[in-house]
């Protein structure tokens, strides 16, 4: 057992014959035994959030520190009457409250929201001040507990020998800056914000920091008791120290860390890591038209595979599921006859073969024209590595533009002045440059289709597209993405569906369009995530690359 950790009184100071550290300590055994499943106390971790994928999540646990009334970090309620900060956020004896139950910085709605005054601060022995960052943790205890609903709830704390993976994906939440340090213009958002982070390993984050550093290489910069965290474009800047970082385990959200202190927005760059989070290739665009794509550009592109032999394309959405077109499927519906290779650049080409578990066809795919689009689940999940990535999907809410310059990508293209649909095998991943054409005008140039008792032949799940370079998608390019780049990152906004003649009568290709069937994937992927232009609930990117170091919850235990 430690000496007695420190205190600092935030108004009248709680009284009892412990000591502090027996108090911290039988808080956290406390914490550690879970709360009790009934109506009055609910389970940690278990946020209410909404099935529609377009109202933006609240995090329950989510608390604004404030200093008269005015913001000054982060926290995460942890127990009816204890809330867990950064101790650097605290600043002498000054009489600190917190705000529970909002998503804004500063809210309305005073029904919802709940204030209360903090009434006692215990910071962690081991933190010197703001220049040493060991030890950066806080406990505040609240002058009354909090009254539970679907808005104010606790996160679970981790158990003692849980330890964060590599990799794992963690979310961090807070009222970050929307504008760079150090800018005149900058100032905290007023809807709290979440990002998507990965784990890093410490080493690696070690080496980086050291790299900016004036302290001596042989002093470790990232200690035993950090985390590191990135998510390659969109950390939440200063403002958000004491955040939590919240990680969802077997269906419980658990604090694994607090925001200690970033380099986000001080545009750091780092080109030789690679683990990064969707729609981010490794080599930069070229327009250039017909060209064979260079290797790693496109990371989510794979080929399909019906008994050994190239049917399709499709692109990786997630870690265990393939997205592509559901008239791939129509020869066969039993998944052991499929197979997917990801990380190829050309066909055919060695690569290991991925078995299947199970194929989703749309349900209303009849006609072999609408709702063409399918998922494939994996047996194993899929390893990230440079070559192999995930491409965003959008919102619902995400509409592009006509006129948006986009690309298509595959192994199958025609170009009207040569006769063979592909190149003589082996041949490479290649790329086009389409455009996205107005609807109308598609079904116009579509109008000798038209049946008799079906007045619209393009339906709203669908995109057009042309290239003005008279190349496009053809049959073995079935199931490709079509991606367009917004804010820095490749979203797939439609799937190639079907084309007449392979655009020898210069008409539009079809697509699916993937925004249509958000919830239909929601469904099926229950832990997946889309992103849209103006999605409140994800940061701007303001670095190309950002790390976050936090400190680890997991070590607290052995005080």
Not at 183 to 199: G, Y
Not at 279 to 287: D, L, P, V
Request: proline letters at 6%; glycine letters at 6%.
């Amino acid at each position: 057992m430690a000496a007695a950790l420190p205190r600092r009184s935030a108004g009248p100071a709680a009284s009892g014959p412990w000591s502090l550290s027996r108090r911290l300590l039988l808080l956290l055994l406390l914490l550690h035994s879970g709360y009790k499943e009934n109506t009055s106390t609910p389970v940690c971790g278990k946020p209410w959030w909404s099935g529609d994928l377009d109202v933006i999540r609240h995090w329950p646990w989510e608390v604004s520190l404030r200093l008269e009334n005015e913001h000054v970090c982060g926290g995460a309620l942890i127990d009816l009457d204890w809330v867990v900060t950064a101790a650097h956020c605290i600043q002498g004896t000054k009489e600190y409250s917190v705000i529970l139950g909002t998503n804004k910085l500063k809210p309305a709605d005073s029904l919802r929201v709940t204030m209360i005054p903090v009434k006692d601060i215990i910071m962690h022995p081991k933190f010197w001040g703001r220049t040493f960052i060991m030890g950066d943790v806080a406990l505040l205890q609240l002058h009354r507990p909090v009254a539970l609903s679907k808005y104010v709830q606790p996160i679970c704390l981790p158990e003692p020998s849980y330890n964060l993976k590599v990799g794992t994906q963690c979310w961090v939440t807070g009222w970050g800056q929307a504008k760079q340090r150090f800018s005149v213009n900058s100032t905290l958002t007023p809807e709290l914000q979440e990002a998507e982070v990965f784990i890093m390993d410490n080493k690696r984050c070690d080496q980086i920091y050291r790299k900016k550093s004036f302290i001596p290489h042989i002093v470790p910069l990232v200690l035993g008791d950090m985390i590191c965290a990135t998510n390659y474009g969109e950390n939440l800047c200063s403002g958000d120290s004491g955040g939590p970082l919240a990680c969802e385990v077997e269906g419980r959200w658990i604090l694994a860390g607090v925001l200690s202190w970033e380099k986000a927005c001080a545009k750091a760059e780092n080109p030789e890591s690679w683990f990064q989070t969707c729609g981010h290739t490794n080599i930069a665009c070229k327009m250039v038209k017909g060209k064979l794509v260079e290797v790693g550009k496109w990371p989510w592109q794979v080929s399909i595979l019906l008994l050994g032999v190239y049917i399709c394309s499709g692109s990786i959405i997630h870690h265990q599921w393939i997205l592509t077109a559901a008239h791939c499927l129509q020869r066969s519906k039993d998944p052991k006859m499929y197979s997917v290779m990801v990380g190829v650049q050309r066909l055919p080409e060695n690569s290991t073969q991925l078995l299947l578990t199970r194929i989703v066809i749309h349900e209303d795919f009849h006609n072999l024209i609408s709702q063409d689009i399918a998922l494939l689940k994996l047996r194993a999940p899929i390893s990230w590595s440079p070559l192999i990535q995930p491409v965003c999907l959008p919102s619902s809410r995400f509409e592009p533009s006509i006129g948006t310059l986009c690309w298509v990508i595959g192994w199958g293209y025609k170009n009207p002045q040569v006769s063979s649909v592909t190149p003589k095998s082996p041949y490479s991943l290649q790329e086009v440059a389409v455009k996205i054409i107005n609807s109308e005008i598609c079904r116009q140039q579509y109008q000798f289709l038209f049946l008799k008792d079906q007045k619209q032949f393009i339906g709203n799940d669908m995109l057009c597209v042309s290239s003005e370079w008279g190349m496009d998608s053809c049959q073995d390019n079935s199931g490709s993405s079509l991606v367009c780049q917004v804010n820095n990152s490749w979203i797939q906004i439609g799937v190639v569906s079907w084309s007449l003649s392979c655009n020898r009568h210069r008409l539009p290709s079809i697509y699916t369009s993937t925004s249509q069937f958000t919830h239909w994937i929601k469904r099926q992927i229950s832990d997946m995530r889309f992103i849209s232009r103006g999605d409140p609930a994800f940061l701007s990117p303001v670095a190309r690359t950002g790390y976050i170091l936090l400190v680890s919850l997991g070590s607290l235990w052995l005080l």
